[in-house]
Protein backbone atom coordinates (compact mmCIF):
# COMPACT_ATOMS: atom_id res chain seq x y z
CA UNK A 1 0.00 0.00 0.00
CA UNK A 2 1.06 3.39 -0.91
CA UNK A 3 0.91 6.18 1.57
CA UNK A 4 -0.30 9.38 0.64
CA UNK A 5 2.85 12.41 -0.32
CA UNK A 6 3.18 14.93 2.00
CA UNK A 7 4.47 18.19 1.46
CA UNK A 8 7.73 18.80 2.31
CA UNK A 9 6.59 22.77 3.01
CA UNK A 10 5.00 23.00 6.24
CA UNK A 11 4.86 26.92 6.41
CA UNK A 12 5.49 29.88 4.12
CA UNK A 13 7.42 33.43 4.58
CA UNK A 14 5.02 36.41 3.26
CA UNK A 15 7.66 39.39 2.49
CA UNK A 16 5.28 41.60 2.97
CA UNK A 17 5.07 45.31 1.66
CA UNK A 18 8.44 46.57 1.28
CA UNK A 19 8.69 49.29 3.87
CA UNK A 20 11.30 50.65 5.70
CA UNK A 21 11.97 49.62 9.63
CA UNK A 22 11.51 53.37 10.84
CA UNK A 23 8.07 53.67 8.46
CA UNK A 24 6.39 50.68 10.01
CA UNK A 25 4.76 52.44 12.36
CA UNK A 26 3.29 54.80 10.07
CA UNK A 27 2.30 52.32 7.28
CA UNK A 28 0.56 50.46 10.36
CA UNK A 29 -1.71 53.14 11.45
CA UNK A 30 -2.57 54.11 8.03
CA UNK A 31 -3.84 50.12 7.49
CA UNK A 32 -5.04 49.93 10.28
CA UNK A 33 -7.31 52.92 9.98
CA UNK A 34 -8.52 51.80 6.47
CA UNK A 35 -8.96 48.31 7.80
CA UNK A 36 -11.52 49.60 10.48
CA UNK A 37 -12.93 52.24 8.27
CA UNK A 38 -14.00 49.49 5.92
CA UNK A 39 -15.71 47.30 8.04
CA UNK A 40 -17.57 50.11 10.47
CA UNK A 41 -18.47 51.53 6.86
CA UNK A 42 -19.89 48.24 5.07
CA UNK A 43 -21.27 46.84 8.80
CA UNK A 44 -23.42 50.91 9.15
CA UNK A 45 -24.27 50.66 5.26
CA UNK A 46 -25.60 46.45 6.24
CA UNK A 47 -27.41 48.41 9.82
CA UNK A 48 -28.94 51.06 7.43
CA UNK A 49 -30.53 48.48 5.12
CA UNK A 50 -31.89 46.44 7.56
CA UNK A 51 -33.55 49.06 9.82
CA UNK A 52 -35.25 51.27 7.39
CA UNK A 53 -38.11 49.77 5.00
CA UNK A 54 -37.97 52.36 2.77
CA UNK A 55 -33.96 50.49 1.67
CA UNK A 56 -35.53 46.99 1.63
CA UNK A 57 -35.65 46.91 -2.06
CA UNK A 58 -33.66 44.81 -4.64
CA UNK A 59 -30.47 47.43 -5.36
CA UNK A 60 -30.08 47.81 -1.27
CA UNK A 61 -30.33 43.90 -1.02
CA UNK A 62 -27.62 43.57 -3.23
CA UNK A 63 -25.51 46.35 -1.38
CA UNK A 64 -26.03 44.39 1.57
CA UNK A 65 -24.44 41.87 0.26
CA UNK A 66 -21.78 43.71 -1.22
CA UNK A 67 -21.39 45.32 2.05
CA UNK A 68 -20.73 41.86 4.08
CA UNK A 69 -18.65 40.68 0.64
CA UNK A 70 -15.88 43.81 1.26
CA UNK A 71 -15.66 43.08 4.73
CA UNK A 72 -14.80 39.82 4.67
CA UNK A 73 -12.65 40.07 1.20
CA UNK A 74 -10.63 42.59 3.66
CA UNK A 75 -10.95 40.61 6.79
CA UNK A 76 -9.02 37.55 4.36
CA UNK A 77 -5.44 39.51 4.27
CA UNK A 78 -5.55 43.10 6.27
CA UNK A 79 -5.16 41.43 9.37
CA UNK A 80 -2.58 39.07 8.94
CA UNK A 81 -0.53 41.92 6.94
CA UNK A 82 -1.21 43.62 9.94
CA UNK A 83 -0.07 41.35 12.29
CA UNK A 84 3.14 40.94 10.24
CA UNK A 85 4.27 44.09 10.03
CA UNK A 86 3.54 44.13 14.57
CA UNK A 87 4.91 41.17 15.40
CA UNK A 88 7.72 40.92 12.08
CA UNK A 89 6.49 37.90 12.06
CA UNK A 90 6.39 36.50 8.43
CA UNK A 91 5.94 33.16 8.68
CA UNK A 92 2.18 31.60 7.51
CA UNK A 93 1.67 27.58 8.29
CA UNK A 94 0.64 25.40 5.39
CA UNK A 95 -3.21 25.13 6.66
CA UNK A 96 -3.45 28.70 6.54
CA UNK A 97 -1.93 29.93 3.18
CA UNK A 98 -4.41 27.13 1.31
CA UNK A 99 -7.58 28.29 3.45
CA UNK A 100 -6.43 32.42 2.75
CA UNK A 101 -5.95 31.50 -1.11
CA UNK A 102 -9.78 29.97 -0.56
CA UNK A 103 -10.97 32.71 0.73
CA UNK A 104 -9.50 35.25 -1.14
CA UNK A 105 -10.44 33.92 -4.27
CA UNK A 106 -14.05 33.04 -3.06
CA UNK A 107 -14.95 36.37 -1.75
CA UNK A 108 -13.11 37.86 -4.83
CA UNK A 109 -15.20 36.07 -7.36
CA UNK A 110 -18.63 36.80 -5.24
CA UNK A 111 -18.07 40.26 -5.35
CA UNK A 112 -17.43 40.21 -9.09
CA UNK A 113 -20.91 38.25 -9.49
CA UNK A 114 -22.57 40.73 -7.20
CA UNK A 115 -21.50 44.09 -8.81
CA UNK A 116 -23.00 42.24 -12.25
CA UNK A 117 -26.38 41.17 -10.29
CA UNK A 118 -26.59 44.82 -9.51
CA UNK A 119 -25.88 45.76 -12.85
CA UNK A 120 -29.10 43.72 -14.51
CA UNK A 121 -30.93 45.57 -11.67
CA UNK A 122 -29.99 49.15 -12.74
CA UNK A 123 -30.58 47.52 -16.40
CA UNK A 124 -33.93 46.17 -15.85
CA UNK A 125 -34.83 49.36 -13.92
CA UNK A 126 -34.03 51.78 -16.55
CA UNK A 127 -34.43 49.77 -19.45
CA UNK A 128 -37.81 47.93 -18.39
CA UNK A 129 -39.32 50.32 -15.59
CA UNK A 130 -42.96 49.27 -16.15
CA UNK A 131 -41.55 45.78 -16.01
CA UNK A 132 -39.53 45.84 -13.08
CA UNK A 133 -41.56 44.71 -9.73
CA UNK A 134 -42.51 41.77 -12.00
CA UNK A 135 -39.29 40.82 -13.27
CA UNK A 136 -36.64 42.04 -10.29
CA UNK A 137 -38.86 40.00 -7.36
CA UNK A 138 -37.52 38.82 -4.47
CA UNK A 139 -36.97 35.31 -5.12
CA UNK A 140 -35.40 36.27 -8.08
CA UNK A 141 -33.04 38.15 -6.12
CA UNK A 142 -32.24 35.94 -3.74
CA UNK A 143 -31.73 33.15 -6.85
CA UNK A 144 -29.30 35.58 -8.33
CA UNK A 145 -27.24 35.61 -4.82
CA UNK A 146 -27.58 31.78 -4.36
CA UNK A 147 -26.02 31.42 -7.61
CA UNK A 148 -23.48 33.67 -7.24
CA UNK A 149 -22.64 32.32 -3.95
CA UNK A 150 -22.33 28.71 -5.44
CA UNK A 151 -20.50 29.93 -8.68
CA UNK A 152 -17.66 31.49 -6.61
CA UNK A 153 -17.75 28.39 -3.91
CA UNK A 154 -16.96 26.12 -6.60
CA UNK A 155 -13.74 28.64 -8.27
CA UNK A 156 -12.28 28.66 -5.39
CA UNK A 157 -12.24 25.47 -4.61
CA UNK A 158 -11.62 24.24 -8.34
CA UNK A 159 -8.63 26.37 -7.24
CA UNK A 160 -7.35 25.37 -4.07
CA UNK A 161 -7.95 21.74 -5.40
CA UNK A 162 -5.45 21.99 -8.26
CA UNK A 163 -2.95 24.70 -5.97
CA UNK A 164 -2.62 21.84 -3.29
CA UNK A 165 -2.50 19.33 -6.14
CA UNK A 166 0.62 21.16 -7.30
CA UNK A 167 2.40 21.56 -4.34
CA UNK A 168 2.21 18.04 -2.99
CA UNK A 169 4.38 15.69 -5.19
CA UNK A 170 1.83 13.59 -7.93
CA UNK A 171 0.35 10.53 -6.85
CA UNK A 172 1.34 7.65 -9.48
CA UNK A 173 -0.95 5.12 -9.46
CA UNK A 174 0.64 1.46 -10.25
CA UNK A 175 -2.46 0.71 -12.03
CA UNK A 176 -2.67 1.30 -15.79
CA UNK A 177 -5.96 -0.21 -16.81
CA UNK A 178 -9.07 -1.39 -15.13
CA UNK A 179 -11.24 -4.72 -16.20
CA UNK A 180 -15.14 -4.36 -16.62
CA UNK A 181 -16.95 -6.93 -16.05
CA UNK A 182 -19.78 -5.77 -17.43
CA UNK A 183 -23.19 -7.36 -17.72
CA UNK A 184 -24.11 -10.96 -16.57
CA UNK A 185 -24.35 -12.22 -19.42
CA UNK A 186 -23.91 -15.96 -20.96
CA UNK A 187 -21.86 -16.87 -23.42
CA UNK A 188 -24.90 -17.79 -25.49
CA UNK A 189 -26.62 -14.98 -24.92
CA UNK A 190 -24.31 -12.01 -26.10
CA UNK A 191 -25.72 -11.79 -30.00
CA UNK A 192 -29.23 -11.31 -28.71
CA UNK A 193 -28.03 -8.74 -25.72
CA UNK A 194 -25.65 -6.74 -28.15
CA UNK A 195 -28.48 -6.36 -30.58
CA UNK A 196 -30.80 -5.21 -28.04
CA UNK A 197 -28.60 -2.56 -26.64
CA UNK A 198 -27.54 -1.43 -30.09
CA UNK A 199 -31.20 -0.85 -31.25
CA UNK A 200 -31.87 1.27 -28.17
CA UNK A 201 -28.58 2.97 -28.27
CA UNK A 202 -29.57 3.64 -31.73
CA UNK A 203 -33.44 4.44 -30.83
CA UNK A 204 -32.09 7.09 -28.10
CA UNK A 205 -29.14 8.99 -30.43
CA UNK A 206 -31.88 9.05 -33.32
CA UNK A 207 -34.74 9.89 -31.34
CA UNK A 208 -33.43 12.96 -29.07
CA UNK A 209 -31.92 14.14 -32.47
CA UNK A 210 -35.29 14.50 -33.98
CA UNK A 211 -36.59 16.14 -30.79
CA UNK A 212 -33.77 19.09 -31.11
CA UNK A 213 -34.17 19.19 -35.19
CA UNK A 214 -38.20 19.57 -34.57
CA UNK A 215 -37.82 22.63 -32.07
CA UNK A 216 -35.16 23.82 -34.32
CA UNK A 217 -37.71 23.96 -37.51
CA UNK A 218 -40.46 24.40 -36.43
CA UNK A 219 -41.45 28.36 -34.92
CA UNK A 220 -44.65 27.29 -32.58
CA UNK A 221 -41.98 25.53 -30.63
CA UNK A 222 -39.59 28.17 -29.76
CA UNK A 223 -40.85 28.62 -26.12
CA UNK A 224 -39.02 28.19 -22.82
CA UNK A 225 -40.25 24.67 -22.23
CA UNK A 226 -39.28 23.03 -25.43
CA UNK A 227 -35.79 25.40 -25.56
CA UNK A 228 -34.81 23.45 -21.90
CA UNK A 229 -36.40 20.06 -23.64
CA UNK A 230 -34.07 20.82 -26.60
CA UNK A 231 -30.95 20.89 -23.94
CA UNK A 232 -32.67 17.80 -22.13
CA UNK A 233 -32.46 15.65 -25.29
CA UNK A 234 -28.94 16.76 -26.08
CA UNK A 235 -27.89 15.87 -22.30
CA UNK A 236 -29.41 12.55 -22.82
CA UNK A 237 -27.56 11.48 -26.63
CA UNK A 238 -24.30 12.47 -24.48
CA UNK A 239 -25.56 10.85 -21.44
CA UNK A 240 -25.62 7.46 -23.53
CA UNK A 241 -22.50 8.18 -25.61
CA UNK A 242 -20.73 7.93 -22.59
CA UNK A 243 -20.86 4.38 -21.39
CA UNK A 244 -22.76 2.53 -23.89
CA UNK A 245 -20.10 2.04 -26.78
CA UNK A 246 -18.08 1.11 -24.64
CA UNK A 247 -20.19 -1.43 -23.26
CA UNK A 248 -21.33 -2.63 -26.71
CA UNK A 249 -17.68 -2.92 -27.87
CA UNK A 250 -17.33 -4.63 -24.45
CA UNK A 251 -20.37 -7.37 -25.84
CA UNK A 252 -18.83 -7.82 -28.72
CA UNK A 253 -15.16 -8.22 -28.87
CA UNK A 254 -14.69 -9.57 -24.66
CA UNK A 255 -12.34 -7.12 -24.59
CA UNK A 256 -13.35 -6.07 -21.64
CA UNK A 257 -9.93 -3.66 -20.23
CA UNK A 258 -10.09 0.18 -19.98
CA UNK A 259 -7.15 2.55 -19.79
CA UNK A 260 -6.34 4.38 -16.55
CA UNK A 261 -6.89 7.74 -18.24
CA UNK A 262 -10.00 6.62 -20.53
CA UNK A 263 -11.69 5.34 -17.26
CA UNK A 264 -11.21 8.48 -15.30
CA UNK A 265 -12.34 10.71 -18.57
CA UNK A 266 -15.55 8.20 -18.38
CA UNK A 267 -16.15 8.64 -14.75
CA UNK A 268 -16.07 12.32 -15.70
CA UNK A 269 -18.65 12.93 -17.96
CA UNK A 270 -21.01 10.64 -16.73
CA UNK A 271 -20.99 12.46 -13.60
CA UNK A 272 -21.16 15.71 -15.07
CA UNK A 273 -24.01 14.65 -17.59
CA UNK A 274 -26.00 13.23 -14.64
CA UNK A 275 -25.63 16.17 -12.72
CA UNK A 276 -26.61 18.51 -15.97
CA UNK A 277 -29.99 16.38 -16.74
CA UNK A 278 -30.32 17.14 -12.65
CA UNK A 279 -30.69 20.72 -13.41
CA UNK A 280 -32.35 21.03 -16.70
CA UNK A 281 -34.87 18.59 -15.16
CA UNK A 282 -35.09 21.26 -12.36
CA UNK A 283 -34.95 24.54 -14.77
CA UNK A 284 -37.79 22.57 -16.20
CA UNK A 285 -39.71 22.35 -13.21
CA UNK A 286 -39.67 26.19 -12.68
CA UNK A 287 -40.84 26.46 -16.27
CA UNK A 288 -44.01 24.81 -15.61
CA UNK A 289 -44.55 26.48 -12.17
CA UNK A 290 -44.44 30.07 -13.49
CA UNK A 291 -47.02 28.78 -16.68
CA UNK A 292 -49.80 27.62 -14.28
CA UNK A 293 -49.17 29.89 -11.08
CA UNK A 294 -47.91 33.04 -12.78
CA UNK A 295 -49.45 33.19 -16.46
CA UNK A 296 -50.38 36.30 -16.87
CA UNK A 297 -46.39 37.26 -16.21
CA UNK A 298 -44.93 34.15 -17.74
CA UNK A 299 -43.84 36.24 -21.01
CA UNK A 300 -42.02 38.90 -18.51
CA UNK A 301 -40.50 36.31 -16.06
CA UNK A 302 -39.30 33.39 -18.54
CA UNK A 303 -37.43 35.53 -20.85
CA UNK A 304 -34.95 34.07 -23.04
CA UNK A 305 -31.74 35.77 -20.87
CA UNK A 306 -33.59 33.91 -17.63
CA UNK A 307 -33.82 30.22 -19.97
CA UNK A 308 -29.73 30.79 -21.21
CA UNK A 309 -28.91 31.84 -17.67
CA UNK A 310 -30.50 28.67 -16.17
CA UNK A 311 -28.82 26.58 -18.64
CA UNK A 312 -25.91 28.36 -18.02
CA UNK A 313 -25.61 27.77 -14.43
CA UNK A 314 -26.50 24.36 -14.72
CA UNK A 315 -23.39 23.62 -16.70
CA UNK A 316 -20.82 25.39 -14.49
CA UNK A 317 -22.55 23.82 -11.71
CA UNK A 318 -21.97 20.35 -13.17
CA UNK A 319 -18.69 20.83 -14.58
CA UNK A 320 -17.41 22.36 -10.59
CA UNK A 321 -19.28 19.05 -9.67
CA UNK A 322 -17.84 16.47 -12.23
CA UNK A 323 -14.46 18.05 -11.84
CA UNK A 324 -13.90 18.16 -7.97
CA UNK A 325 -14.57 13.81 -8.07
CA UNK A 326 -12.21 13.53 -10.47
CA UNK A 327 -9.19 15.90 -9.70
CA UNK A 328 -9.84 13.90 -5.63
CA UNK A 329 -10.04 10.52 -7.15
CA UNK A 330 -6.72 11.23 -9.54
CA UNK A 331 -4.73 11.69 -6.03
CA UNK A 332 -5.68 8.30 -4.86
CA UNK A 333 -3.37 5.19 -5.36
CA UNK A 334 -4.71 2.32 -6.91
CA UNK A 335 -2.16 -0.61 -5.55
CA UNK A 336 -3.14 -3.70 -7.35
CA UNK A 337 -6.98 -4.59 -7.04
CA UNK A 338 -8.67 -3.62 -10.74
CA UNK A 339 -11.52 -5.60 -11.36
CA UNK A 340 -14.80 -3.06 -11.15
CA UNK A 341 -18.12 -4.91 -11.16
CA UNK A 342 -19.87 -3.13 -13.82
CA UNK A 343 -20.07 -2.25 -17.06
CA UNK A 344 -18.70 1.41 -16.75
CA UNK A 345 -16.21 3.42 -14.15
CA UNK A 346 -18.67 4.01 -11.64
CA UNK A 347 -16.80 6.49 -8.98
CA UNK A 348 -18.39 4.38 -5.83
CA UNK A 349 -16.73 1.50 -7.43
CA UNK A 350 -13.50 2.92 -8.11
CA UNK A 351 -13.49 4.75 -4.72
CA UNK A 352 -13.42 0.89 -3.23
CA UNK A 353 -10.21 -0.15 -5.30
CA UNK A 354 -8.08 2.65 -3.82
CA UNK A 355 -5.36 1.77 -1.29
CA UNK A 356 -5.63 5.28 0.11
CA UNK A 357 -7.36 7.29 2.25
CA UNK A 358 -11.27 8.08 0.64
CA UNK A 359 -12.51 9.99 3.61
CA UNK A 360 -12.46 13.53 1.74
CA UNK A 361 -13.43 11.88 -1.50
CA UNK A 362 -16.66 10.05 0.32
CA UNK A 363 -17.40 13.59 2.16
CA UNK A 364 -17.03 15.81 -0.92
CA UNK A 365 -19.48 13.08 -2.77
CA UNK A 366 -21.97 13.32 0.09
CA UNK A 367 -21.86 16.69 -0.16
CA UNK A 368 -22.04 17.32 -3.61
CA UNK A 369 -24.88 15.00 -3.63
CA UNK A 370 -26.93 16.44 -1.88
CA UNK A 371 -26.26 19.78 -3.43
CA UNK A 372 -26.92 18.52 -7.21
CA UNK A 373 -29.56 15.51 -6.69
CA UNK A 374 -31.30 16.16 -3.18
CA UNK A 375 -31.91 20.12 -3.76
CA UNK A 376 -33.06 20.17 -7.20
CA UNK A 377 -35.38 16.36 -6.31
CA UNK A 378 -36.81 19.43 -3.52
CA UNK A 379 -36.92 22.02 -5.87
CA UNK A 380 -39.30 20.41 -7.88
CA UNK A 381 -41.77 19.00 -5.22
CA UNK A 382 -42.30 22.41 -4.12
CA UNK A 383 -42.67 23.66 -7.35
CA UNK A 384 -45.74 21.35 -8.15
CA UNK A 385 -46.79 21.39 -4.78
CA UNK A 386 -47.62 25.13 -5.91
CA UNK A 387 -48.83 23.57 -8.83
CA UNK A 388 -51.35 21.03 -7.40
CA UNK A 389 -52.46 24.48 -4.80
CA UNK A 390 -52.89 26.09 -7.57
CA UNK A 391 -55.12 23.77 -9.28
CA UNK A 392 -56.97 22.88 -6.26
CA UNK A 393 -57.93 26.63 -5.81
CA UNK A 394 -59.82 27.11 -8.98
CA UNK A 395 -61.06 23.01 -9.29
CA UNK A 396 -62.49 22.66 -12.86
CA UNK A 397 -62.49 19.41 -15.11
CA UNK A 398 -60.75 22.23 -17.71
CA UNK A 399 -58.22 23.09 -15.26
CA UNK A 400 -56.94 19.56 -14.58
CA UNK A 401 -56.94 18.37 -17.82
CA UNK A 402 -54.72 21.62 -19.29
CA UNK A 403 -52.36 20.94 -16.18
CA UNK A 404 -51.97 17.60 -16.72
CA UNK A 405 -50.88 17.82 -20.42
CA UNK A 406 -48.45 20.31 -19.56
CA UNK A 407 -46.70 18.78 -16.57
CA UNK A 408 -48.04 14.77 -17.50
CA UNK A 409 -44.17 14.59 -19.82
CA UNK A 410 -41.87 16.34 -17.06
CA UNK A 411 -43.49 14.15 -14.41
CA UNK A 412 -43.27 11.07 -16.25
CA UNK A 413 -39.22 12.11 -16.71
CA UNK A 414 -38.83 13.32 -13.11
CA UNK A 415 -40.17 9.54 -12.20
CA UNK A 416 -37.91 8.13 -14.53
CA UNK A 417 -34.75 10.05 -13.84
CA UNK A 418 -35.01 10.01 -10.05
CA UNK A 419 -37.01 6.82 -9.63
CA UNK A 420 -34.02 5.07 -10.94
CA UNK A 421 -31.03 6.99 -8.92
CA UNK A 422 -32.95 6.93 -5.65
CA UNK A 423 -33.68 2.94 -6.35
CA UNK A 424 -29.78 2.27 -6.17
CA UNK A 425 -28.38 5.41 -4.11
CA UNK A 426 -30.95 4.88 -1.05
CA UNK A 427 -31.92 1.15 -1.12
CA UNK A 428 -28.57 -0.57 -1.99
CA UNK A 429 -28.42 -3.14 0.61
CA UNK A 430 -31.98 -4.82 -0.26
CA UNK A 431 -29.82 -7.88 -1.22
CA UNK A 432 -26.00 -8.45 -1.77
CA UNK A 433 -26.80 -9.17 -5.61
CA UNK A 434 -24.82 -7.58 -7.54
CA UNK A 435 -27.17 -7.56 -10.75
CA UNK A 436 -29.19 -5.29 -9.18
CA UNK A 437 -27.20 -2.30 -9.23
CA UNK A 438 -26.30 -2.76 -12.86
CA UNK A 439 -29.84 -3.17 -13.65
CA UNK A 440 -30.61 -0.08 -11.91
CA UNK A 441 -27.84 1.95 -13.72
CA UNK A 442 -29.12 0.40 -17.17
CA UNK A 443 -32.25 1.99 -16.27
CA UNK A 444 -30.84 5.17 -16.19
CA UNK A 445 -28.29 4.94 -18.79
CA UNK A 446 -29.91 3.31 -21.93
CA UNK A 447 -33.95 3.20 -20.59
CA UNK A 448 -34.32 6.47 -19.59
CA UNK A 449 -32.65 8.98 -22.56
CA UNK A 450 -34.93 6.28 -24.93
CA UNK A 451 -38.16 6.58 -23.48
CA UNK A 452 -37.62 10.98 -23.05
CA UNK A 453 -38.25 11.39 -27.19
CA UNK A 454 -41.44 9.03 -27.00
CA UNK A 455 -43.26 10.54 -23.51
CA UNK A 456 -42.05 14.28 -25.17
CA UNK A 457 -43.58 13.30 -28.84
CA UNK A 458 -46.22 11.17 -28.24
CA UNK A 459 -48.03 12.89 -24.89
CA UNK A 460 -47.50 16.38 -26.59
CA UNK A 461 -49.53 18.34 -29.25
CA UNK A 462 -47.56 20.50 -30.28
CA UNK A 463 -44.86 18.14 -30.57
CA UNK A 464 -47.13 15.80 -33.10
CA UNK A 465 -47.86 18.50 -35.07
CA UNK A 466 -44.71 19.13 -35.36
CA UNK A 467 -43.63 15.56 -36.11
CA UNK A 468 -46.66 15.54 -38.92
CA UNK A 469 -45.41 19.05 -40.53
CA UNK A 470 -41.50 17.26 -41.07
CA UNK A 471 -43.10 13.76 -42.78
CA UNK A 472 -44.87 16.34 -45.08
CA UNK A 473 -41.75 18.56 -45.84
CA UNK A 474 -40.06 14.89 -46.52
CA UNK A 475 -42.84 13.33 -48.15
CA UNK A 476 -43.38 16.46 -50.60
CA UNK A 477 -39.85 17.00 -51.62
CA UNK A 478 -38.89 13.00 -52.46
CA UNK A 479 -41.68 13.19 -54.92
Known amino acids: MKRDNQSSVSEFLLLGLPIRPEQQGVCFALFLGMYLTTV ?23 LSHLAFTDISFSSVTAPKMLMNMYTQDQSISY ?67 FLRRIMRPENQSSVSEFLLLGLPIRPGQQGVFFTLFLGM ?19 RLHTPMYFFLSHLAFTDVCFSSVTVPKMLMNIHTKYKSIPYAGCISQMYFFIFFTDLDSFLITSMAYDR ?52 PHFYCDLAALLKLSC ?61 YYGAIFGQYLFPTISNFIDKDIIVALMYTVVTPMLNPFIYSLRNRDMKEAVWKLFSKVRFFSQ
Not at 139 to 151: D, E, G, K, Y
Not at 204 to 216: A, F, H, K, P, S
Not at 296 to 315: D, G, N, P
Open 40 to 62: LGNLLIILLISLDSRLHTPMYFF
Open 95 to 161: AGCISQVYFFLFWGNLESFLLTSMAYDRYVAICHPLHYTTIMTQSRCVLLVIVSCIQSCASALLHTL
Open 201 to 219: YLTTVLGNLLIILLIRLDS
Open 289 to 340: YVAICHPLHYTTIMKEELCALLVAVSWILSCASSLSHTLLLTKLSFCAANTI
Open 356 to 416: SDIFLNELVMFTIGVVVITLPFLCILVSYGYIGATILRVPSTKGICKALSTCGSHLSVVFL
